[in-house]
């Protein structure tokens, strides 16, 4: 069982609906990172998170410690938001990803 | 800021064959960390620096690889006697602890192909 678990793998959506990707973690923490990775590799930070929730424009992750549980949403989801979304566990600094979610967001 | 950067962008090797890769990191930024991304997964952790010590290495980073940031700025990240196992995407990141957040700025990889 890998320490970074993601689902779903694959999420198609169509312009404008709620996004939700899960990730749960089952390592020590001391933050909980989501990231995005464009076709070619170029990988963005998008969120740290310790505690409680954190909103960017329509991005909003939120994080429960006790249940070792993060999920990223994306409001009004839009063509231009396809890419990979990835969480990663910082722990002594290197990062421990998850697999990945591919998101699709069609016209 | 530049950004991190790395060269080359792509390598095409054939087996056998060592391949040396470079990251220039952030300017100030006293972590460095070398990660490895096959298709269809999340990137893997293979090590990382604190100025110019090498902190931590990965199980997966067997005796072929070998990674320098000799003055704790650019580092490089050799493979000795290539694998078909090694082609992946080598990507690098870095981030300043000191300012109180862990962030991580990645460079745009390198893309290694082993025939």
């Known amino acids: 069982k890998n320490e970074v678990e993601q689902s779903p793998q694959n999420l198609t959506a169509q312009e404008g609906e709620f996004i939700t990707i899960n990730c749960s973690y089952s390592?020590?923490?001391?933050?909980l990172h989501w990231l995005q990775q464009h076709p070619g590799g170029g990988i963005v930070s998008l969120f740290m998170l310790s505690s409680g929730k954190k909103k960017h424009g329509r991005l909003i992750a939120t994080i429960n410690i006790q249940e070792k549980h993060s999920s990223l949403h994306i409001t009004a989801s839009h063509p231009r938001d396809s890419a990979v979304y990835i969480c990663?566990?910082?722990?002594?600094?290197?990062?421990?990803f998850g697999q990945g979610t591919t998101l699709q967001v069609k016209p | 800021d530049t950004g991190v950067s790395q060269d080359p962008r792509h390598k095409i090797t054939k087996r056998g064959q060592n391949v040396t890769f470079r990251c220039d990191p952030i300017?100030?930024?006293?972590?460095l960390y070398w990660y490895r991304q096959t298709l269809g997964q999340g990137p893997e952790f293979l090590t990382y620096?604190?100025?110019?010590?090498?902190?931590?290495k990965s199980r997966l980073l067997s005796d072929r690889f070998s990674a320098e940031r000799p003055k704790g700025s650019f580092s490089t990240l050799e493979i000795q006697r290539t694998e078909q196992g090694d082609s992946a995407m080598y990507l690098c990141?870095?981030?300043?602890?000191?300012?109180?957040?862990?962030?991580?700025?990645f460079g745009p990889g390198t893309r290694l192909l082993v025939l």
């Open positions: 300017s100030e930024h006293n972590r």
């Open positions: 990141a870095s981030s300043y602890p000191a300012r109180g957040h862990e962030t991580q700025y």
């Open positions: 620096f604190q100025n110019e010590a090498q902190l931590e």
């Open positions: 390592v020590g923490i001391s933050a």
């Open positions: 990663a566990a910082s722990n002594t600094g290197k990062l421990i």
